[in-house]
């Protein structure tokens, strides 16, 4: 018998983040490891307030979400948290941590407008931030991709919208996911998100080996 998929409370409210795994865990595997996601995790949503600080550092920023979730559930947890970084600010990682703020308080238009005068280019970066209690680490999964003119898709998901991943054709997130399962799983394929959960999941099978028999 298959040994259980290992439970992993993920703290966030979103419902897409929900729909991503419902999709992922069924047709996502683990590189290496021939198991789809879904055999060697399952994650418990829960709703729960982060502190999140404004940085432009995602890791940075992800630590101090992840002890934030940590406090309010009291067991281990991970979070994430993504951001778009534009090209030649890599080292500043801009606007990464600011990237929300900016969208929430300009819309999709503006956004695209201001970001555009310094670089169409741009890398959708996720950091999935894990507490054990003693320990935080962080996991970066990163998409390069251009940013277009004008929001285009209707899957209304941050900025799923205005950013179109290299090798999709000039599609955006939103466009690639359309309205069925198919275009979830194309998505998912270079999902930064996807990225850094597996570096997470890779983690533990590397330093819980105990608890992964079957790999």
């Known amino acids: 018998m298959a040994p259980a998929p290992r439970r992993v409370v993920y703290c966030s409210w979103s419902p897409f983040k929900k729909e991503e795994w419902a999709t992922a865990k069924d047709h996502a595997t683990l590189s290496g490891s021939g198991k789809k996601l879904g055999e060697l995790f399952e994650f418990e949503f829960r709703d729960v307030e982060t502190t999140e600080p404004l940085l432009c550092d995602l890791e940075a920023m ?3 979400k992840v002890a934030s979730a940590y406090r309010s559930v009291q067991v281990p947890c991970i979070v994430e948290h993504a951001g778009l970084i534009l090209e030649g600010y890599e080292a500043k990682s801009y606007p990464g941590g600011l990237t929300q703020p900016m969208w929430d308080s300009l819309g999709a238009e503006n956004f695209v407008a201001c970001c555009s005068k310094l670089s169409t280019k741009t890398i959708a970066r996720a950091v ?27 899957r209304e998901f941050y900025w799923d919208t205005v950013f179109c991943p290299d090798g999709f054709s000039g599609k955006t997130y939103a466009e ?24 997470f999941m890779e983690h533990r099978i590397k330093n819980e080996p105990s608890l992964f028999p079957a790999l």
């Open 176 to 199: 690639i996911v359309g309205k069925d399962r198919k275009g979830m799983i194309e998505k998912l394929k270079v999902s930064q998100s996807i990225r850094a959960l597996e570096k």
């Open 128 to 154: 999935i931030g894990y507490c054990d209690g003693l320990n935080t680490y962080t996991f970066v999964g990163e998409t390069k991709g251009m940013l277009v003119d004008t929001p285009r898709g209707e």
């Open 62 to 64: 992800v630590r101090f």
